[in-house]
């Protein structure tokens, strides 16, 4: 095949090879990951790794490092939106002050633009 026709295999190539060599091999350690993430088109200005970022998110087991985390995520609205929310359901009591601090705690950019 010429040059073209390989540049334009290669992504449905290196999937293929992931999912049938890489992964399984990955998946069958003795601590094999929590999840993983394909990280293609990071070459592209406009990705923002929003699959990395929330994965991320879903597998820290620490309160604390979960709001780090999407504390430095100020431009991922979506996941701050999510972690708000999820908290909030976590939440049996739901008692108005008390739920807006929930709710606007993952929005540290808020609380420095509100003046």
């Not at 040059?3 to 990955?26: C, G, T």
């Not at 991320?56 to 999510?82: G, M, R, Y």
């Amino acid at each position: 095949m010429n040059h073209q026709e390989a540049k334009s295999a290669m992504p449905e190539l290196a999937n293929k090879i992931f999912w049938d060599e890489y992964l399984p091999r990955v998946l069958d350690t003795e601590f094999p990951p929590k999840t993983y993430v394909c990280l293609s088109g990071l070459d592209k200005e406009e990705n923002l790794c929003s699959e990395l970022s929330e994965k991320t998110t879903d597998i820290l087991d620490n309160d604390v490092l979960v709001n780090l985390f999407v504390s430095t995520q100020k431009n991922n609205l979506d996941l701050c939106i999510k972690k708000s929310i999820e908290d909030a359901w976590k939440i049996k009591r739901n008692q108005g002050i008390f739920m807006i601090y929930v709710l606007t705690r993952w929005f540290p950019n808020f609380w420095g633009s509100a003046s």
